[in-house]
Nanobody, 126 residues
Framework: QAQVVESGGGSVEAGGSLRLSCVTSGFTSNARYIAWFRQPPGKEREGVAAISTTSGSTYYADSVKDRFIISRGSAKTTVDLQMNDLTPEDTAMYYC???????????????????WGQGTQVTVSA
């Protein structure tokens, strides 16, 4: 059974950095998108960044472009999200997501993903 598991959340002051990791397992196909979403308290879930496992193409929300970097780990089953210059507006539960065959496009749309992790909390204080 395919699954994704996040780690690396925590608390940091504004201007700081955090690195999230997503470990994937059980996928029968290597061709897919792996994405990070976040859900601030009282708000809808939004796409943050995504990466194609075939082309390596990356996609970012405008709000995190130039601050966040999504990348494949040295173990190809891992996707990392390096978050720099964090602000209190980045405070949210962060989720890793992937999909069965046929999903994943557009890459920052939550409804295109059907495999979700439990989430990891990121809190940024002013």
């Amino acid at each position: 059974q395919a699954q994704v598991v996040e780690s690396g959340g925590g608390s940091v002051e504004a201007g700081g950095s955090l690195r999230l990791s997503c470990v994937t397992s059980g996928f029968t196909s290597n061709a897919r998108y792996i994405a990070w979403f976040r859900q601030p308290p009282g708000k809808e879930r939004e796409g943050v960044a995504a990466i194609s496992t075939t082309s390596g193409s990356t996609y970012y929300a405008d709000s995190v472009k130039d601050r966040f970097i999504i990348s494949r780990g040295s173990a190809k089953t891992t996707v990392d999200l390096q978050m720099n210059d964090l602000t209190p507006e980045d405070t949210a539960m962060y989720y890793c997501a992937s999909h069965s065959i046929g999903g994943g496009w557009p890459p920052l749309i939550a409804t295109r993903y059907n495999i979700w992790g439990q989430g990891t909390q990121v809190t940024v204080s002013a």
